[in-house]
Nanobody, 122 residues
Framework: QLVESGGGLVQAGGSLRLSCAAS????????MGWFRQAPGKERESVAA????????YAADSVKGRFTIFRDNAKNTVWLQMNSLKPEDTAVYYC?????????????????WGQGTQVTVSS
C-alpha cells in the first residue's frame, strides 16, 4: 500500500514536499516514481528513483526544480518541489515497480497510491 501526503495550495514560486509511505517489506527492491495528472490531461511522468536510491530521473518539465529521494529504512520516498508554477497544478501519485531498469514510463509501474492534490496559484 502506498499513501501520499503533503499536497496543498501554494503560491507560484513556493515549495512543497510530498511524501509517499509504503507498507510491507523489501521496500528497497522497488523502484519508485512520482507522476501527476491535471484535469483533462493524461498522466505525466515527474521523477523516478531506483531501489537503492543511487539513480534518479526527472522529466524535462521539472528538472532543476523537483528532487526525488528516499529512505529505505523509513519505507518512504519524497518529492521536493521548488519554484512551483501554476502548470504544476495536478494530482500527484506515487507508484512502485520491481524488476527491470528504472523508468519514467507510468505503464511499467505496478502499484499506485491514491494521490494528493497540489494547487499552485498565480
Amino acid at each position: 500500500q502506498l499513501v501520499e501526503s503533503g499536497g496543498g495550495l501554494v503560491q507560484a514560486g513556493g515549495s512543497l514536499r510530498l511524501s509517499c509511505a509504503a507498507s510491507g517489506r523489501a521496500f528497497s527492491w522497488y523502484d519508485m516514481g512520482w507522476f501527476r495528472q491535471a484535469p483533462g490531461k493524461e498522466r505525466e511522468s515527474v521523477a523516478a528513483i531506483s531501489g537503492s536510491g543511487g539513480s534518479t530521473y526527472a522529466a524535462d518539465s521539472v528538472k532543476g526544480r523537483f528532487t526525488i529521494f528516499r529512505d529505505n529504512a523509513k519505507n518512504t520516498v519524497w518529492l521536493q518541489m521548488n519554484s512551483l508554477k501554476p502548470e504544476d497544478t495536478a494530482v500527484y501519485y506515487c507508484a512502485a515497480r520491481r524488476g527491470g531498469p528504472t523508468t519514467l514510463n507510468p505503464n511499467m509501474y505496478d502499484y499506485w497510491g491514491q494521490g494528493t492534490q497540489v494547487t499552485v496559484s498565480s
